[in-house]
């Protein structure tokens, strides 16, 4: 209870700060979306945050389409995230007073820094559920259970993968650690177990593309075949081989380079003098210390390749310290002439993570540095009287780079909202479709060409325009598009405006009646279409 109530606090505290019209809106808009019946992959594609937006769709039916029913779907899988840290390194043998502290410490790492909703976030949450529930398999005493825990294993991992595909593709390396690692259970039963999960997986799987309609090759296509459009441009992004090793010890976590290294020495040398022991029963110790490195390491790994700040990404810090800290336990139960050591050891860990959460929660979460924005607290509440009724919970901050007043965010709304008709927004506020209670018509989550469409003037570029022509259309069960809004900022990533669709362009010119300035938005509004 202790660790829910950390994370939850952690992130009603710190995730109402400040909104980042692109990522802010990523899992909104695709709850909204939900929420109104359209499926991911049938009717919108999207290369991640599909199992967010079916959980945030929940969240909206059960709170009403607001900032706080998003705010609260974060703080409650903050809070879970909390409890299945210290429900791993518990069943580690780490004791309950440090596993609670590591497990609130995480709570300072995961949704906090984003403050809503986010691929990364649902990826290292599923991802460490499915370890747990590994490591609840490895442990318990009766097969049953362990069959259990283990047929749910895929699924969770799966969740993590339809999430983002970084952390939860690399998650399975921690998966054969402990596979490898001394347990009372046979091997066979945890493969046999496995085999079974990814069965029960796949039926899912069939029954979701069956029961709605989906096509596998859209699924592909959106998962692999189009982000990978980008997978050079992303590779340019590494740090060189000089800079590598600097960048894998400092984690992005904001504690220093030495610090961090000190934690690789002591995984590393933890575990080189446990095998130097030679003896089996040394070899649960030394499996924590390269369980705790490993995990350490997939964390910088996921910071790099999911390319965004690196406080997004530090999910797993917290988990690889109270690994190494179980390493260590164990270490100091085995060896007298090591307890001393140990509790120095001990408490130098402690040290780091008050530090840490301290440092990281006034250098990040405060700043939301992590959404490329320096949070205004005097701004915040000098404008809350004047922001709609479901963002009541937002403090307003945007990006530097993508700042708008938010009279301009205010005045869209309200002019949405009072005119009849669905609209097209050129643009990354996609909140704003869910906050009207109009349709989303792109045909995919976000703009990000090469990621969630086709780049501009290449294959499948024209077609998906024609696309959101498509969808603009009224039928009997939907309005008509009768009006274009384009941010003047443009996108985050492009810049898009009108003129970069020079097909929907074309089409819509003979129908313009008017062009209406409010401020960082143009609104294009369109005469009905003539029935054929």
Not at 169 to 185: K, N, T, V, W, Y
Request: charged share 15%; with cysteine.
């Amino acid at each position: 209870m202790l660790c829910f109530l950390g994370g939850l606090t952690f992130e009603l505290v710190y995730g109402t700060r400040g909104f980042m019209p692109l990522d802010h809106s990523i899992v909104f808009d695709g709850g909204w979306r939900i929420l109104s019946g359209q499926i991911p992959f049938r009717d919108f594609g999207m290369p991640s945050a599909s199992t967010p937006s079916f959980i945030q769709s929940v969240f909206f039916w059960i709170g009403g389409v607001s900032w706080s029913s998003y705010i609260a779907h974060a703080a409650v899988f903050n809070g879970l995230f909390c409890v299945l840290v210290f429900g791993f390194l518990a069943r580690l043998g780490l004791p309950l007073k440090y596993s609670t502290l590591y497990g609130i410490g995480s709570g300072a790492l995961l949704f906090a820094p984003v403050g809503v909703p986010f691929p990364e976030q649902h990826a290292f949450f599923f991802s460490t559920l499915g370890l747990w529930l590994f490591l609840l398999a490895r442990t318990c005493k009766t097969s049953k259970r362990a069959y259990l825990a283990l047929a749910m294993v895929p699924t969770a991992m799966a969740l993590g993968f339809f999430s983002k595909q970084f952390p939860s593709g690399l998650a399975p390396l921690l998966i054969l650690a402990l596979l490898a690692a001394p347990s009372p259970r046979p091997k066979r039963e945890a493969v046999l177990g496995l085999l079974v999960g990814l069965l029960v997986m796949g039926l899912l799987a069939v029954a979701y593309l069956v029961g709605f309609g989906v096509q596998a090759s859209a699924v592909r296509y959106a998962l692999f075949e189009l982000p990978m459009g980008v997978a050079d441009m992303r590779m340019s992004y590494l740090p060189s081989a000089l800079d590598m090793p600097a960048h894998i010890l400092k984690v992005g976590l904001s504690q220093g380079l030495w610090s961090v290294a000190a934690l690789h020495i002591l995984f590393l040398a933890g575990g080189a003098y446990l095998l130097a022991k030679r003896p089996r029963a040394w070899a649960w110790g030394a499996g924590l210390f390269a369980l705790g490195e490993l995990t350490l390491l997939l964390d910088v790994v996921t910071i790099v390749l999911a390319n965004n700040q690196d406080g997004v990404g530090a999910g797993w810090f917290f988990l690889a310290v109270g690994i190494g800290h179980a390493g260590l336990v164990f270490l100091v139960q085995k060896e007298a002439l090591a307890v001393r050591v140990g509790r120095i050891v001990g408490i130098l860990l402690i040290s780091t993570l008050v530090r840490d959460v301290v440092s990281f929660s006034s250098k990040v979460n405060a700043t939301r540095i992590a959404n490329d924005m320096e949070f205004d607290a005097e701004l915040a509440l000098r404008v809350a009287p004047i922001l709609p009724a479901s963002l009541s919970m937002l403090q307003w901050t945007v990006p530097v780079h993508h700042r708008y007043e938010v009279e301009d965010f205010v005045a869209i709304h309200d002019y949405l909202q009072d005119s009849p008709g669905d609209f097209f927004l050129i643009g990354d506020t996609s909140i704003l479709y869910g906050l009207t209670g109009r349709r989303s018509i792109l045909p995919t989550a976000w703009f990000h060409p090469g990621v969630t469409l086709p780049k501009k003037g290449g294959p499948g570029f024209q077609a998906w325009q024609q696309q959101i022509l498509a969808n603009m259309q009224a039928t009997e069960d939907r309005d008509e598009v009768l009006r274009i809004v384009e941010e003047k900022a443009g996108t985050w990533i492009g810049n898009w405006r009108l003129k970069d669709l020079p097909v929907v362009r074309k089409a819509i010119t003979p129908r313009i009646v008017e062009r209406v300035d409010l401020g960082a938005f143009l609104v294009t509004e369109l005469r009905p279409a003539v029935p054929e």
